[in-house]
């Protein structure tokens, strides 16, 4: 970021389902009227594959890249509230980053969740004042500041990879926060009841690569769970109905 403050964002996202990035993402005010850059990547192999490469193609100073998924809806002026949000949070933290509109602070016992989102008609609006340090994002929105050098990991496709990012980060020396920029996901993947067996293990086996790549960093609280030990991901995977 320059020091003016201005800030490019560019998007990525990765499609998996025509109709719904339709419906929701490009639905968005400020993506619908074509205000800012858009990636989108099809039969992506991981979040990793669009990510990456559009980092790699931006070379502002002051770009920041925001993932998001393709079944999130980003209300009008929520460009011009996220960066607020942005110039907020640099703020507060000198070496940011990574922000993301919903995350965990802390872990463990000292944990607690912070983000203001509506979820699949829930609305999630954490009492933790905002913007806060950031130990955990969730991977339906956050942004990276391009030039920090920072890159999901092709080895976590799907998920925790926002996690690792945050871990990455704070390993060489930067902040990650979460900002408060409201916005709508739209996820089919069921909250409560039976889970397909094709996410269940693909979660189990990202889980796996992240508990070794983290054992010294553990223990992890994420948005969904608290990752303490080799096994943790498995175990609780395994106490899920699947269908």
């Known amino acids: 970021m320059t ?55 931006i070379s502002e100073p002051n770009a920041w890249l925001v993932w998001v998924h393709q079944d999130v809806f980003l209300p009008a002026g929520w460009d011009a509230q996220f ?4 110039m907020d949070a640099r703020a507060a933290f000198s070496a940011l980053a990574v922000v993301g509109v ?46 920090s050098g920072l890159r999901l990991d092709p080895l976590l496709p799907w998920d925790f990879y926002a996690t690792d990012l945050v871990l990455q980060a704070q390993s060489n020396g930067y902040q990650a ?14 909250a409560n009841g039976a889970v397909p067996r094709r996410l269940v293990e693909r979660i189990a086996a990202s889980g796996s690569v992240f508990e070794s790549k983290w054992a010294h960093r553990l223990p992890v609280q994420t948005t969904w769970m608290s990752v303490e030990r080799a096994g943790d991901v498995r175990r609780l995977i395994d106490s899920v109905a699947v269908s």
């Open 83 to 86: 960066k607020t949000r942005l």
């Open 177 to 190: 926060a979460v900002v408060d920029a409201y916005c709508e996901h739209w996820s089919d993947t069921p």
């Open 102 to 147: 919903y995350g965990v602070a802390g872990s463990g016992t000292d944990s607690r969740r912070a983000g203001h989102v509506l979820d699949r008609g829930q609305l999630l609006h954490e009492s933790a004042a905002l913007p806060c340090r950031a130990d955990s994002l969730d991977e339906l929105l956050f942004a990276v500041r391009c030039n």
């Open 3 to 57: 020091d003016d403050g201005f800030i490019a964002l560019h998007f990525v996202t990765c499609v998996s389902n025509l109709d719904v990035l339709s419906k929701r993402l490009l639905a968005s005010p400020c993506l619908r009227d074509g205000c800012y850059p858009l990636t989108a990547c099809f039969n992506a192999q991981s979040a990793a594959e669009a990510f990456n490469a559009a980092a790699m193609s």
